[in-house]
């Protein structure tokens, strides 16, 4: 691999942004009169491109894998507000970047009491919802007329909007975050018990035979193999209830909350037309987000670091 | 007993129990009110009194499930198509913005994957975005979308239909991904012995073999479609919709009504997953898929 062939276009590029960003930001003419930028830009689009297509097609460690979508990412991040400031687009419709970055830093005192609220109702009904689904699964796989039962009741719940729930929680358990949490643990419960059902069916029965000639009973079958065996599903189940609980306790807000939570800010601030800290809220929830799955993804391969998917 | 039956009764016996638990809990949390309404007449009242007073309230805490039944009924069969009283008005607009989302999501999802599958700038660069934006609560811009693109012109029902669109598009990229990906070494090699091109291989080779993806995919799309669509209702005081009516039901305390539009929406919801699903059959068997 030649180092400079992408790192002196990298350089280019980035050198040519910089530029681009001064003249966007400075105070002379927009929009189409910008005429000479745009063409640059469009060379600098193609250029982009290059660079991408070179590091795409680099092997290498996690590292060098990281490297185009990395720059993928900031790049996109990069024409949203060279577009968004160069053609003036109104705030209303679409802030850029750095308008979202400086409402984060200048409303922080708002946003972070808001999302200590919405965080402890995802993780209260997340807690609850998951291990509810969790041990309703093992009594229903312990139970074989109860899982014929509820299996085809979880799947139909896959179909329906469970979140919908939301104003009647509102109504029972009051406006501050043991609504949100209830919402939260309802939406969380149906993927758990349907993927730790699945997972509890996926020993073949070649290993349970095995357990058998080892005198093994129930409980030391589905703690030595099923259970174990079970766990990729599990975890399947984790990484989608994460995105699922956040999302849920966000809407459920909208339904009715104390004036405090990422939910409330987010319809609150829409209401009086300051998007860029709406987008601020979102940013932060979506940073969460990824940090939660992130978490969750570190634990998974700790515990399942046995399955093929990670030994490839 | 005959196959359908052995399967039927276990889930007949859990609906029955569930059902039993809705009218106990009916009784448990109407209680305290109609406890205090009772003792307001002065007359004795017993038991049988109690539980009849639980299961027939106007504004109930939680109420009996025939009473949902009921006004579910009404509301469909009695009330005017065009009526705002009709569940089936609000359903058809939930519908259409739910359809309209959904189609518009999986021409997205389909145009992303085939250029996943070959571009690698793509692959590389801006399939790890996709699968980030699944972490980002996307449907907590639900309100600022339909606000935003409201006070610029456009009806609510483009406006929900993006949202849709922006919830459906996901699983339909993956799937399709995984499922253009699927023919073996072996057949993309008998594709090239017959000097098939690019767009060939694309559409003789790749698509059909993605087309029950495609279909698994579009099960879960369609839920999460309308899922878009009734949030998107939430936040515009819209005045039509499944979800405006959860909202004016819980401005206004009416339980029966927040009730009745959920199990419209879940009765939506089953629907078109069964109708993805019929179209799947259909298809398949016109693929020439043994039954």
């Known amino acids: 691999m030649k180092r400079w062939r992408t790192g002196l276009p990298l350089l280019i590029l980035v050198l040519v942004a910089w530029w681009m960003l001064g003249v966007v930001h400075g105070d002379g003419p927009k929009g189409s009169a910008l005429g000479g930028l745009w063409i640059a830009l469009a060379a600098w689009v193609l250029l982009l491109w290059f660079v991408l297509d070179t590091l795409a097609r680099q092997q290498g460690g996690r590292a060098t894998q990281m490297l185009a979508p990395a720059l993928f990412g900031l790049a996109l991040i990069y024409l949203w507000e060279l577009l968004v400031v160069g053609w003036q687009v109104p705030k209303v419709l679409l802030p850029a970047p750095h308008a979202v970055g400086q409402a984060l830093v200048s409303r922080w005192e708002v946003l972070w009491p808001d999302f200590r609220q919405t965080a402890v109702a995802v993780l209260a009904g997340y807690a609850v919802g998951c291990g509810a689904g969790l041990l309703v699964a093992l009594a229903a796989d312990r139970f074989g007329l109860l899982k014929r039962g509820l299996l085809p009741l979880a799947n139909l719940a896959g179909a329906v909007p469970i979140v919908g729930i939301a104003p009647i929680m509102v109504m029972w358990f009051g406006f501050d975050w043991p609504?949100?949490?209830?919402?939260?643990?309802?939406?969380?419960?149906?993927?758990?018990?349907?993927?730790?059902?699945?997972?509890?069916?996926?020993?073949?029965?070649?290993?349970?035979?095995?357990?058998?000639?080892?005198?093994?009973?129930h409980g030391a079958t589905l703690m030595k193999l099923r259970l174990p065996s079970a766990l990729p599903f599990v975890f399947n189940a984790l990484k989608i209830n994460s995105t699922l609980a956040l999302i849920s306790a966000i809407v459920a807000e909208f339904f009715g909350s104390p004036i405090v939570g990422l939910g409330f800010r987010i319809s609150a601030e829409v209401a009086r037309m300051n998007v860029d800290v709406v987008w601020a809220a979102i940013a932060l929830s979506a940073l969460a987000g990824s940090m939660f799955y992130g978490v969750i993804a570190t634990v998974e391969r700790a515990f399942t670091f046995w399955h093929s998917s990670y030994r490839s | 007993m005959s196959e359908p039956v052995r399967r039927a009764a276990p889930v007949a016996l859990v609906v029955a129990a569930l059902l039993l638990v809705w009218y106990a809990m009916a009784v448990w949390l109407n209680a305290p009110q109609v406890i205090e309404r009772l003792d307001g007449f002065g007359a004795p009242w017993g038991a049988r009194e109690l539980v009849a007073a639980t299961w027939s309230m106007e504004r109930p805490v939680l109420p009996a499930p025939h009473q949902v039944a009921l006004n579910w009924w009404q509301s469909v069969f009695d009330a005017d198509i065009d009526s705002p009283r009709s569940l089936v008005?609000?359903?058809?607009?939930?519908?259409?913005?739910?359809?309209?989302?959904?189609?518009?999501g999986m021409l997205l999802g389909v145009l992303i994957a085939i250029g996943v599958v070959y571009n690698r700038v793509l692959d590389r660069g801006l399939l790890p975005w996709i699968i980030a934006s699944q972490t980002i609560p996307i449907l907590a811009i639900a309100p600022m979308v339909v606000v935003v693109l409201g006070s610029l012109g456009y009806p609510p029902l483009m406006s929900k239909a993006v949202i849709s669109m922006y919830l459906c598009f996901f699983p339909v990229a993956i799937g399709m991904v995984k499922g253009l990906r699927s023919p073996d070494v072996l057949q993309l090699d008998l594709m090239r012995t017959?000097?098939?091109?690019?767009?060939?291989?694309?559409?003789?080779?790749?698509?059909?073999?993605?087309?029950?993806?495609?279909?698994?995919?579009a099960k879960v799309a369609i839920a999460t479609s309308l899922i878009g669509a009734i949030v998107g209702e939430l936040p515009t005081g819209a005045q039509a919709g499944l979800g405006a009516r959860l909202l004016s039901g819980s401005y206004f305390g009416q339980t029966i009504q927040i009730w009745s539009a959920l199990l419209m929406a879940s009765l939506l919801g089953v629907g078109l997953v069964a109708a993805v699903a019929l179209v799947e059959r259909l298809v398949a068997r016109a693929m020439g898929a043994r039954a």
């Open chain 1, 179 to 217: 609504s949100k949490a209830a919402v939260a643990a309802i939406v969380t419960f149906f993927p758990m018990l349907v993927n730790t059902l699945a997972g509890l069916a996926a020993t073949d029965a070649m290993q349970r035979d095995l357990m058998r000639t080892y005198a093994a009973g």
């Open chain 2, 89 to 104: 008005f609000h359903a058809g607009v939930t519908l259409s913005a739910t359809v309209l989302g959904f189609v518009l």
């Open chain 2, 194 to 217: 017959w000097s098939a091109n690019g767009p060939q291989i694309l559409a003789k080779l790749r698509l059909p073999a993605a087309v029950p993806f495609l279909f698994a995919s």
